[in-house]
């Protein structure tokens, strides 16, 4: 073969267009200097004459660039479908929801696409005639954004404004004011600053974000009697007229159970107590522990009209990022018992006089080695790892995990077991210190638990959520005391009934004692210790339960001291109606 040699393609070849397809002529040739494949004999370039074809513009259209395949769009109506024929969102409400500039769905070229068919096809089939579901006739608002994300994450920053200001500047309080060291005894909102250490009577605590917490006296009918707040800039304390009444608890409460459904006994938090329904509210941010229950002797929440005060509990926000189970707390209470028990163990055995001397070291040692080690535990018993991941949900066990201190709340036995009042006047600085330390603690525990829910849920909505489900209320009547007495009953009734029953099927199966046939075909009484102590007896099982406290013997003597609670209660309040009577006479 020569060196120099003149190529043609065939005209199947030409290019840039198909010219043997659309019946076009080639105009001229022209030589073209291209690298040739090196020959033994030393040959050097090639040059291939290609035709330069002049297409028929009417008959062929002007070449593109090849596209990745779109998804399939059958003629039905221009329903929209993916690549794997499933309905998609028509062109309007897809444009309302991601915009106009919406991206695709993310399959660029055929070998993605081939490769998603190929795993769906593993799990499901894909129809090839998949039916045309009908269109909502739906209007959407326009968006406050590019697209749907950015629109609920704008509306979500709206809802929660200025609230996350608000907890933000709690956070970042680097300093709090001092607890009083003396609380004015006196009815109403007392306002403790550095300047006014010994408190000045305000109406209500004009602050944009609070600590709270309520005291309640148990035996005056759950009222409130003590209450601390605690903003960036001052402490305040409330008391109750209760705790200050010269004649006993009666004289102000009346009959027992009128004091919550009256509001004068309630807190006034953030409105004078003369607010009105008309009232222009202030936006405030109230934080608290389970402060569901501090919210329940508020005064203005009993408002129909609501007010633009929101809570955050950090209860709530524990349980999102070290919260336990039902089974996990179970679990921690066991282990825990059982670390006590070994303290209490290890402090017994190096209380007698050691033969050698014991530092603290070898204390904490055997300490760990007690309760994590090997000493006497087993692999199936050891500690569980997430049990330093997480505590139960009371502030004292929240205080501990995440501020790394212990609280003394030995002093809520004074609202508790108190009978007379007499007892927490005398007590009334101690109350109060006790209601502010709990207070301190929560905001302790807010500085650390807020953080950690935003880091866990981050979007505004999710925060804006949390604080409108915790201004919800319910309105109610009288006739929700009607609801609840009948629910009481009735739950009476069917727990007579069932101890009945179970009285019954106890008997029934006792009197199968001799019929061993019967008992053996019976899966249920097979298991069961039907042994006698004497020939005539009862059998082991039916003993047990009438002599040891079974469930079916517990579960009598409750209906029975309900019963009594029941009929205690019913002489009370006729005794205080015809007292009433007799006063009013």
């Known amino acids: 073969m020569p060196i120099h040699s003149r190529i043609v393609p065939p005209r199947s070849l030409c290019r840039p267009c198909s010219c043997q397809l659309s019946g076009s002529r080639p105009a001229q040739t022209r030589g073209v200097a291209t690298s040739a494949p090196q020959h033994a004999n030393g040959a050097a370039e090639a040059v291939r004459e290609q035709p330069i074809c002049e297409p028929d513009r009417k008959s062929s259209p002007r070449p593109r660039r090849a596209k990745a395949p779109g998804p399939e769009r059958p003629r039905d109506g221009g329903v929209r479908r993916n690549h794997f024929n499933i309905q998609m969102l028509p062109q309007h409400?897809?444009?309302?929801?991601?915009?106009?500039?919406?991206?695709?769905?993310?399959?660029?070229?055929i070998v993605s696409i081939m490769q998603a068919r190929k795993e769906l096809t593993k799990k499901f089939t894909l129809s090839t005639k998949a039916e045309t579901l009908k269109y909502p006739d739906i209007k959407f608002p326009p968006l406050e954004g590019k697209d749907v994300a950015e629109h609920f994450h704008k509306i979500g920053r709206e809802q929660c404004h200025p609230y996350?200001?608000?907890?933000?500047?709690?956070?970042?309080?680097?300093?709090?004011?001092?607890?009083?060291?003396?609380?004015?005894?006196?009815?109403?909102?007392?306002?403790y600053t550095d300047k006014d250490p010994e408190g000045i009577q305000v109406q209500f605590p004009d602050e944009h974000v609070l600590v709270f917490d309520v005291e309640v006296w148990m035996e005056a009918s759950d009222t409130p009697i003590l209450a601390t707040a605690l903003s960036p800039t001052a402490w305040y304390g409330w008391s109750s007229e209760v705790i200050h009444s010269t004649g006993g608890a009666g004289s102000v409460l009346g009959e027992k159970g009128e004091g919550p459904s009256d509001r004068s006994f309630l807190i006034p938090l953030t409105a004078p107590p003369d607010a009105g329904v008309h009232s222009e509210w202030p936006e405030n941010l109230v934080i608290g522990h389970n402060v569901s229950f501090d919210r329940s002797y508020i005064r203005e929440e009993y408002l129909l009209t609501g007010t633009k005060t929101r809570f955050l509990d950090t209860l709530?926000?524990?349980?999102?990022?070290?919260?336990?189970?039902?089974?996990?707390?179970?679990?921690?209470?066991?282990?825990?018992?059982?670390?006590?028990?070994?303290?209490?163990?290890?402090?017994?055995?190096f209380e007698e006089p050691p033969k050698k001397p014991v530092g603290i070291a070898d204390k904490d040692a055997y300490v760990e080695g007690t309760l994590f080690g090997a000493n006497d535990l087993t692999e199936d018993e050891e500690v569980?790892?997430?049990?330093?991941?997480?505590?139960?949900?009371?502030?004292?066990?929240?205080?501990?995990?995440?501020?790394?201190?212990v609280m003394d709340k030995s002093s809520v036995e004074m609202f508790i077991s108190s009978k007379n009042l007499s007892e927490i006047q005398e007590r009334f600085q101690e109350g109060m210190l006790y209601c502010a330390k709990d207070v301190q603690a929560t905001f302790e525990v807010f500085r650390e638990v807020f953080p950690k829910m935003m880091e866990h849920a981050p979007h505004p909505c999710s925060l804006a959520g949390v604080l409108q489900m915790g201004s919800c209320y319910l309105p109610v009547?009288?006739?929700?005391?009607?609801?609840i007495n009948r629910s009481e009953k009735t739950y009476e009734e069917l727990l007579g009934n069932m101890t009945r029953n179970l009285k019954n099927l106890a008997d029934s199966a006792c009197a199968l004692v001799d019929q061993h046939d019967i008992i053996a075909a019976d899966p249920w009484l097979y298991d069961i210790d039907w042994s006698r102590a004497k020939p005539h007896s009862l059998p082991k099982?039916?003993?047990?339960?009438?002599?040891?406290?079974?469930?079916?013997q517990k579960l009598w003597d409750r209906l029975r001291k309900m019963e009594a609670k029941q009929k205690k209660k019913e002489k009370e309040k006729v005794k205080k109606r015809s007292e009433k009577r007799k006063r009013k006479d």
């Open 384 to 405: 569980p790892k997430w049990m330093s991941a997480g505590c139960p949900n009371s502030l004292k066990a929240l205080y501990e995990f995440h501020c790394g201190k």
């Open 541 to 552: 099982v039916y003993s047990d339960m009438l002599f040891g406290l079974s469930l079916e």
């Open 316 to 349: 709530s926000m524990h349980v999102v990022s070290g919260g336990l189970n039902s089974i996990q707390k179970g679990l921690f209470r066991n282990a825990k018992k059982k670390q006590e028990q070994q303290s209490d163990l290890v402090d017994t055995i």
């Open 93 to 109: 409400l897809r444009e309302a929801l991601f915009g106009k500039r919406a991206k695709g769905d993310g399959l660029s070229n």
């Open 164 to 191: 996350i200001q608000y907890a933000d500047e709690l956070v970042k309080a680097t300093t709090i004011p001092a607890i009083p060291r003396k609380w004015r005894q006196e009815p109403g909102w007392f306002k």
């Open 477 to 483: 009547d009288n006739s929700w005391h009607r609801y």
